[in-house]
């Protein structure tokens, strides 16, 4: 299998010299979900602090003398749900790269583990926004992707992280046949599409 490689400062994925389009890019491109411009930066910078810090806190690495204090609300949530829910789950790697070699599509989740309570691997993703109907196909997309050869259907979690430290957990139903769906949706422009991500690569590399 071809080793997927990211560039996690220009967030692109790559396999050899061809430029792989993320889960999140084929979403948006065929209108699933909305433009990132949709979501204001506030938003979009208050989703990145968090996960960096749900990533510091599982690494026993986060100092809580310099957590900005406009996070607080959506960590204590995350460790409340660690400490609850979250006990489920063991084994977990965070931040996994994802390559589905056979739709042609990365991602990475934010969290995969052993579910013990169904025996199979889990994906869990963490969301500090309101929920959206797009988020399931995301976390569907991000299931596939990890599923081994032979491998039963991994299980598949949202978790909404509030402000206030409180939380909520979702199931998410198998649909791999909608997920392949847009994917097929994409593929009907995928040149075209590809060519916007060479823009952004050879640009991000002038600069």
Same mark, same amino acid.
């Given at each position: 299998m071809s080793k997927i490689q990211f560039d996690e400062a220009r967030h692109l994925y790559t396999v050899g010299d061809e430029i792989v389009p993320s889960v999140t890019f084929v979403l948006r491109q065929t209108g699933v979900s909305p433009d990132s411009r949709y979501y204001s930066?506030?938003? *979009?910078?208050?989703?990145?602090?968090?996960h960096e810090a749900i990533r510091l806190f599982d690494e026993n690495r986060l100092?809580?003398?310099?957590?900005?204090?406009r996070i607080e609300g !959506?960590? *204590?949530?995350?460790? @409340? !749900?660690?400490?609850? @829910?979250? =006990?489920?789950?063991?084994?977990? %790697?965070? @931040?996994?790269?994802?390559?589905? =070699?056979?739709? *042609?599509? +990365?991602?990475?989740?934010?969290?995969i583990a052993v579910d013990k309570f169904y025996g199979p691997r889990a994906v869990v993703e963490f969301k500090s926004g309101e929920p959206e109907d797009w988020h399931a196909l995301q976390v569907e997309a991000y299931r596939v992707a990890a599923r081994k050869p032979g491998e039963q259907m991994l299980t598949a #979690?949202?978790? #909404?992280? *509030? %402000?206030?430290?409180?939380?909520?957990?979702r199931a998410v139903k198998p649909a791999p046949g909608r997920w392949a769906a847009?994917?097929?949706?994409?593929? @009907?422009?995928? +040149?075209?599409?590809?060519?916007l991500l060479q823009k952004i690569k050879d640009e991000e590399v002038e600069a």
């Open positions: 930066r506030q938003a *979009r910078d208050r989703g990145r602090a968090v100092n809580f003398a310099t957590l900005d204090p !959506w960590l *204590r949530a995350y460790i @409340e !749900w660690s400490s609850g @829910e979250g =006990e489920r789950f063991t084994r977990a %790697k965070n @931040e996994v790269v994802l390559w589905n =070699e056979t739709l *042609r599509v +990365a991602g990475k989740a934010d969290k #979690y949202l978790v #909404y992280l *509030r %402000k206030t430290g409180k939380y909520s957990m847009v994917v097929s949706t994409f593929n @009907e422009a995928r +040149a075209r599409h590809l060519k």
